[in-house]
């Protein structure tokens, strides 16, 4: 065991935000701590390092354990290089080297003597020290700082940096790669992922999962959580609940409790009701007897343990939005877009268009200009070069990582309202609930809200709006897990087209249809959602690895182009699956057409045969029977063809 919190009670005034709390990890272990914002997570982990003091309660540490912590904000003033920060972190092993040098001089002068005890003594303790240095893994110890710092995001020309230069999301990267070198036997990381891309973040996730000790994480990235972790412990309600597994695991299992709390919940509230009703009627009938079985129904009632009724997570989607009017077919179509920076070039010649109904995201390093793209489209800032066209009727709606467009005086409600005067309270109030804000919180003045619930009122306006086309900056940032899973399901029932720019994995998973990865000043398109990107990003990385004999320069254009080519043939695939798909659909819909205009002919010879005047004409007879046997003949032809049709359709 290497961490145990038993107990532990915290609250602030008469609120509290931690209840009896109890859970462990062991040697190894890598476990998540999640709840919504506020929920006390982090008080949690400052009470566990000894920042706070619980008010009951108890943190046991194992023995000879030593442990890390990285908060969320980091104010490192030093004015060491960053390397120089993250190789002067394990002050023991500079020591044993500069040891070794010292002794490694010293029998360079004693060396005179070869027969001298002197020097027999300076070889055991160098033999000693050295030992002890490989035993750290001192010899590959800059190698290891330099994969650190590439792995976290920096490159090599970043190295020489002054640390009090960096920002804070520079810095925290600086404290996370000291907290890793240092590979102390618990690691406590409050929501790492924060400033890191998708490549250091997948490399991150390599890192902790191999990490030879026991990590304890605040995420709210659950497609990170499902890479690292193996347990999780969720704070709800200012209580604790462990559940074994990654984050999928813990959703499934919850939802199962969840079902059988409500179920045993029920069950109790319909054996009280029924007792209530029995002893009621017992009282009725006003008979000694009657009343005393009714009082000893009573206390037996009293000693039940009620169960409380759980708590309704208002976690799906229970509104569909709808555009006010339907944009054509092609929605945007960008062509040979250009930007710079003085020198610095972000992307150049870029090209691609978005149909009605997709939900793109653009992915990328940071720094490689997504927000840029974003803000060129909706006029906030002039490309270099290239066209814009926008389809028929198509209307934008832009949610930038500001929230610039909440009046911070109002409330929830009349943020709402002012925008959308025809809307009456019920209906405003079932489109705030959608978006967790329920009963008062509706009429909290925004300015005292958090960051992540101002984002989900400028989300719920978003939505509202007449827009048919959404672009989102970063849409998911500063929210909650619970907030993140009613936004999916928001843009998921959405009918109008969405483009937005994400780091958060889980969500483009499970929200994007395509998409559009920034690279070497290139988009590469991918059909499909995060997976798919995963699994097709290898042809670009075996290209990368093909190139590496040539020059760099020849490299970085046959990667770019390889990629390009890749994003083609998969764009070419995607329309001819989709033309595929249209002529089946019209096969179809001529098959029942066909089949309907068949059986009204049916119809007509049937009335035919009816006819009295054709019981003598053998001859009509026949010929009507003959057309009526190729008819049905003909319709079970059709039938069989359009089963076939329907099966390709549904694959």
């Given at each position: 065991?290497?961490?145990?919190?038993?107990?532990?009670?915290?609250?602030?005034?008469?609120?509290y935000?931690?209840?009896?709390?109890?859970?462990?990890?062991?040697d190894?272990?890598?476990?998540?701590l999640?709840?919504?914002?506020?929920?006390?997570?982090?008080t949690?982990?400052?009470?566990?390092?000894?920042?706070?003091?619980?008010?009951?309660?108890e943190?046991?540490?194992?023995?000879?354990?030593?442990?890390?912590?990285?908060?969320?904000?980091?104010?490192?003033e030093?004015?060491?290089?960053?390397?120089?920060?993250?190789?002067?972190?394990?002050a023991?092993?500079?020591?044993?080297?500069?040891?070794?040098?010292?002794?490694?001089?010293?029998?360079?002068?004693?060396?005179?003597?070869?027969?001298?005890?002197?020097?027999?003594?300076?070889y055991?303790?160098?033999?000693?020290?050295?030992s002890?240095?490989?035993?750290?893994?001192?010899?590959?110890y800059?190698?290891?700082?330099?994969?650190?710092?590439?792995?976290?995001?920096?490159?090599?020309?970043?190295?020489?940096?002054?640390?009090?230069?960096?920002?804070?999301?520079?810095?925290?990267?600086?404290?996370?790669?000291?907290?890793?070198?240092?590979?102390?036997?618990?690691?406590?990381?409050?929501?790492?992922?924060?400033?890191?891309?998708?490549?250091?973040?997948?490399?991150?996730?390599?890192?902790?999962?191999?990490?030879?000790?026991?990590v304890?994480?605040?995420?709210?990235?659950?497609?990170?959580?499902?890479?690292?972790v193996?347990?999780?412990?969720?704070?709800?309600?200012?209580?604790a609940r462990?559940?074994?597994?990654?984050?999928?695991?813990?959703?499934?299992?919850?939802?199962?409790?969840?079902?059988?709390?409500?179920?045993?919940?029920l069950?109790?509230?319909?054996?009280?009701?029924?007792?209530?009703?029995?002893?009621?009627k017992?009282?009725?009938?006003?008979?000694?007897?009657?009343?005393?079985r009714?009082?000893?129904?009573?206390?037996?009632?009293?000693?039940?343990?009620?169960?409380?009724?759980?708590?309704?997570i208002?976690?799906?989607?229970?509104?569909s939005?709808?555009?006010?009017?339907?944009?054509?077919n092609?929605?945007?179509?960008?062509?040979?877009?250009?930007?710079?920076y003085?020198?610095?070039?972000?992307?150049?010649?870029i090209?691609?268009?978005?149909?009605?109904?997709?939900r793109?995201?653009?992915?990328?390093?940071?720094?490689?200009?997504?927000?840029?793209?974003?803000?060129?489209?909706?006029?906030?800032v002039?490309?270099?070069?290239?066209?814009i066209?926008l389809?028929?009727?198509v209307?934008?709606?832009?949610?930038?990582?500001?929230?610039?467009?909440l009046?911070?005086?109002?409330?929830?409600?009349?943020?709402?309202?002012d925008?959308?005067?025809?809307?009456?309270?019920?209906?405003?109030?079932?489109?705030?609930?959608?978006?967790?804000?329920?009963?008062e919180?509706?009429?909290?003045?925004?300015?005292?809200?958090?960051?992540?619930?101002h984002?989900?009122?400028?989300?719920?306006?978003?939505?509202?709006?007449n827009?048919?086309?959404?672009?989102?900056?970063?849409?998911?940032?500063?929210?909650?897990?619970?907030?993140?899973?009613l936004l999916?399901?928001?843009?998921?029932?959405?009918?109008?087209?969405?483009?937005?720019?994400?780091h958060?994995?889980?969500?483009?998973?499970?929200?994007?249809?395509?998409?559009?990865?920034?690279?070497?000043?290139?988009?590469?398109?991918?059909?499909?959602?995060?997976?798919?990107?995963?699994?097709?990003?290898?042809?670009?990385?075996?290209?990368?690895?093909?190139?590496?004999?040539?020059?760099?320069?020849?490299?970085?254009?046959?990667?770019?182009?390889?990629?390009?080519?890749?994003?083609?043939?998969?764009?070419?695939?995607?329309?001819e699956?989709?033309?595929?798909?249209?002529?089946?659909?019209?096969?179809?819909?001529?098959?029942?057409?066909?089949?309907?205009?068949?059986?009204?002919?049916?119809?007509?010879?049937?009335?035919?045969l009816?006819?009295?005047?054709?019981?003598?004409?053998?001859?009509?007879?026949?010929?009507?029977?003959?057309?009526?046997?190729?008819?049905?003949?003909?319709?079970?032809?059709l039938?069989?063809?359009?089963?076939?049709?329907?099966e390709?359709?549904?694959?």
């Amino acid at each position: 065991m290497v961490l145990s919190c038993n107990n532990i009670t915290k609250s602030f005034g008469e609120k509290y935000v931690l209840r009896d709390v109890s859970f462990h990890v062991n040697d190894n272990e890598k476990a998540a701590l999640i709840g919504i914002n506020g929920a006390g997570k982090s008080t949690l982990f400052k009470i566990i390092v000894g920042e706070m003091t619980a008010d009951s309660g108890e943190v046991i540490i194992g023995k000879d354990v030593s442990f890390g912590y990285l908060s969320q904000n980091q104010d490192l003033e030093s004015c060491n290089t960053i390397y120089e920060e993250l190789f002067n972190t394990n002050a023991h092993l500079l020591r044993l080297e500069e040891k070794i040098e010292s002794l490694h001089g010293q029998i360079e002068a004693e060396s005179a003597s070869p027969d001298s005890e002197s020097l027999k003594k300076l070889y055991d303790e160098y033999e000693k020290t050295n030992s002890e240095y490989e035993r750290l893994n001192g010899y590959a110890y800059k190698s290891e700082v330099t994969g650190i710092l590439k792995g976290l995001g920096f490159s090599e020309d970043e190295f020489g940096k002054k640390v009090n230069t960096l920002s804070g999301g520079q810095k925290t990267r600086v404290a996370l790669g000291k907290l890793l070198l240092m590979k102390p036997g618990l690691i406590l990381l409050d929501e790492p992922t924060n400033h890191l891309d998708m490549n250091s973040i997948a490399w991150l996730e390599g890192f902790l999962a191999n990490y030879k000790g026991a990590v304890l994480v605040i995420a709210h990235d659950r497609y990170f959580l499902d890479k690292v972790v193996t347990k999780v412990v969720e704070i709800e309600n200012e209580r604790a609940r462990c559940y074994l597994g990654n984050y999928t695991d813990f959703a499934n299992k919850k939802a199962e409790v969840r079902k059988a709390e409500l179920k045993a919940y029920l069950n109790q509230q319909r054996d009280i009701k029924h007792q209530e009703a029995v002893i009621e009627k017992l009282r009725s009938f006003n008979r000694e007897k009657s009343i005393k079985r009714a009082e000893s129904r009573e206390k037996m009632l009293d000693k039940i343990e009620r169960l409380e009724k759980p708590v309704e997570i208002n976690d799906e989607m229970k509104i569909s939005f709808h555009p006010a009017e339907v944009s054509g077919n092609d929605v945007l179509t960008v062509t040979g877009l250009s930007k710079s920076y003085g020198a610095q070039q972000l992307f150049s010649d870029i090209s691609f268009d978005i149909r009605r109904g997709e939900r793109v995201a653009i992915i990328g390093d940071n720094g490689t200009g997504k927000t840029t793209i974003l803000k060129i489209l909706n006029g906030l800032v002039e490309p270099d070069a290239g066209e814009i066209k926008l389809g028929a009727k198509v209307t934008i709606g832009y949610y930038d990582q500001e929230h610039q467009v909440l009046n911070p005086e109002n409330s929830p409600f009349e943020e709402i309202s002012d925008a959308h005067p025809l809307m009456d309270n019920t209906e405003i109030r079932n489109v705030l609930a959608a978006f967790l804000f329920t009963g008062e919180e509706v009429f909290t003045p925004i300015k005292l809200l958090s960051g992540g619930e101002h984002g989900r009122v400028s989300l719920a306006k978003l939505m509202l709006s007449n827009a048919n086309l959404l672009v989102l900056d970063e849409p998911t940032n500063h929210l909650d897990i619970t907030s993140k899973e009613l936004l999916e399901n928001a843009l998921n029932s959405y009918t109008g087209t969405v483009l937005y720019v994400s780091h958060d994995r889980y969500f483009i998973n499970r929200t994007a249809t395509r998409i559009l990865d920034l690279t070497s000043k290139q988009l590469v398109p991918y059909i499909g959602n995060y997976d798919y990107y995963v699994a097709h990003k290898d042809i670009v990385e075996a290209a990368k690895l093909r190139t590496n004999e040539g020059t760099k320069n020849a490299a970085a254009t046959n990667v770019t182009a390889t990629a390009q080519s890749a994003g083609k043939q998969d764009w070419a695939a995607h329309k001819e699956e989709q033309a595929r798909l249209r002529k089946i659909q019209n096969e179809i819909k001529k098959i029942e057409e066909e089949i309907a205009r068949l059986e009204e002919e049916e119809a007509e010879v049937d009335k035919e045969l009816e006819n009295p005047a054709y019981f003598t004409d053998h001859v009509k007879l026949n010929e009507l029977t003959k057309r009526k046997n190729e008819i049905g003949e003909t319709i079970t032809g059709l039938m069989n063809r359009w089963e076939e049709a329907q099966e390709e359709m549904q694959e």
